[in-house]
């Protein structure tokens, strides 16, 4: 089947540095902290952020997956652009070689963003994915953007 790329966007109220700070600098510390049912860390394996790091993501035994590990392939903090690979993890299911996530914040409206993810996920092969494979992985990835956009929303002093 080989690669099957996938974008989503969507608007948020809260601008694009803020939404960058905190889902992609500091999602080691915010999301554990608001997806508490889910994430029970987020560590760096390798590096401490810059191009290069891995970071590992622990999920809780409630969550159907164990862990993952991100590779950080890209990060330009003045576009708000952040490119990661998941290398390593449950969450490929066996079928998957890697998935690559491209996430853009880009101002909108007054005082808004747009966030622009583009997903590649390349399958192992021999091996097809199911398209609800795909969009649950894309539903869990909105979800903790909506997560952190409340967050924001609701601390309008937060990640200033």
């Known amino acids: 089947m080989g690669v099957t790329k996938i974008s989503q966007s969507f608007a948020t109220q809260v601008t694009p540095d ?6 992609i600098l500091d ?3 915010i999301c554990p902290k608001l997806m508490f ?28 997956f164990k862990y993952v ?22 969450a490929l299911m066996d079928k998957l070689e890697y998935i690559t996530y491209e996430v853009k914040f880009e101002g909108y409206g007054r005082g808004g963003c747009m966030c622009k993810m583009t997903s ?5 092969d021999g091996v097809e994915i199911k398209e609800q494979d795909i969009e649950h992985g894309k539903d869990r990835a909105i979800g903790m953007y909506e997560v952190v956009e409340a967050y924001l929303l609701a601390h309008p002093h937060a990640y200033e």
């Open 69 to 90: 590990k991100h590779r950080i392939d890209a990060l330009d903090k003045e576009k708000f652009m952040c490119k990661h690979t998941l290398i390593e993890g449950d």
């Open 120 to 124: 590649e996920y390349k399958v192992k």
């Open 18 to 23: 803020r939404m960058f700070k905190a889902l």
């Open 37 to 64: 049912s889910s994430i029970k860390s987020i560590e760096f394996i390798q590096g401490s952020g810059e191009v290069g790091s891995i970071k590992q993501i622990n999920f809780t035994e409630e969550s159907p």
């Open 27 to 29: 999602s080691h510390n």
